[in-house]
């Protein structure tokens, strides 16, 4: 292998590898954050007591977090994931096919698989190349030029002016930020780069879901515990009834 490809992959890989350790974090804030944007029934429960009042903050911390957790997967500062640099090391034709390569040889490692037949490979090859394509797609999607690129940048102006940072004087105001229709495209589209990326460079198999919904049933038990015992939709609700005393 050239040494140049040999350096970049190296560093591709270990910057995919960052990225989805932020990307975990930022599936945990908000995996716990959207019971509190979207369950009526915990925001009756809530009420317009003093408890409220924490239950306000303890959202807008973890709505905070889980924006600051995707920015840095995004962030293209030295140190950082700098996950939009792999759409310009995968355009690269000499590092793709490497990249594609090393996956097929990772494969051919597996306990059995001299017995497969030579269809399989070729499929293997093809589905690798779609999913390069489908990694560059998205990544151009939100980069300059893009058809997201006007959500994203009015995301890291919020970010850096209002989350990571104070500003005085603000090129922004808080109305400019993303929708919550974007952010859930944002999160989405980062979730695929991320599982895409990582089979096809360390080939590992990961679905962000699956974190999800560790993190999803956790918040229900949670959320449920709020509400407390004598409410319907806790673990241990027992309904009242004329002759229990």
Same mark, same amino acid.
């Given at each position: ?10 560093? *591709? ?16 804030? +908000? ?7 979207? &369950? ?29 957790? #995707?920015?840095?997967? $995004?962030? /293209?500062?030295?140190?950082? /994931? ?19 390569? &090393? ?14 037949? /030579?269809?399989? $490979?070729?499929? #293997? %090859? ?15 999607? $939100? ?21 990571? +940072? ?19 495209? =944002? ?5 695929? *780069? ?13 679905? /962000?879901?699956?974190?999800? &919904?560790? =993190? ?13 015992? %004598? ?15």
């Amino acid at each position: 292998m050239d040494e140049t490809i040999d350096k970049r992959l190296i560093k *591709l890989r270990t910057q995919i590898e960052a990225a989805r350790q932020e990307f975990d974090m930022a599936v945990l804030f +908000h995996e716990v954050w959207k019971p509190m944007a979207y &369950d009526d029934s915990l925001h009756a429960r809530m009420g317009a007591s003093l408890a409220s009042n924490a239950f306000s903050i303890i959202k807008v911390a973890l709505r905070r977090e889980m924006l600051l957790a #995707l920015g840095r997967v $995004w962030d /293209p500062v030295n140190g950082a /994931p700098q996950l939009e640099r792999a759409a310009h090391v995968l355009n690269d034709k000499k590092i793709r096919d490497q990249v594609l390569a &090393d996956r097929v040889t990772h494969a051919k490692r597996i306990k059995g698989a001299e017995r497969l037949p /030579p269809m399989f $490979w070729e499929k #293997l %090859k093809e589905e690798l190349d779609v999913a390069a394509v489908t990694v560059i797609s998205i990544l151009e999607k $939100w980069s300059r030029g893009g058809s997201q690129n006007a959500a994203r940048e009015r995301f890291k102006a919020l970010r850096n002016q209002f989350l990571a +940072h104070r500003q005085v004087e603000l090129s922004v105001s808080d109305g400019d930020g993303l929708s919550d229709q974007e952010v859930e495209e =944002y999160f989405s589209d980062t979730s695929k *780069l991320i599982e895409l990326l990582l089979n096809l460079c360390l080939a590992v198999s990961y679905n /962000p879901a699956d974190t999800g &919904d560790t =993190y999803r049933r956790a918040a229900e038990l949670f959320w449920a515990g709020v509400r407390g015992e %004598k409410t319907e939709g806790h673990p241990n609700f027992i309904a009242s009834s004329p002759d229990r005393c």
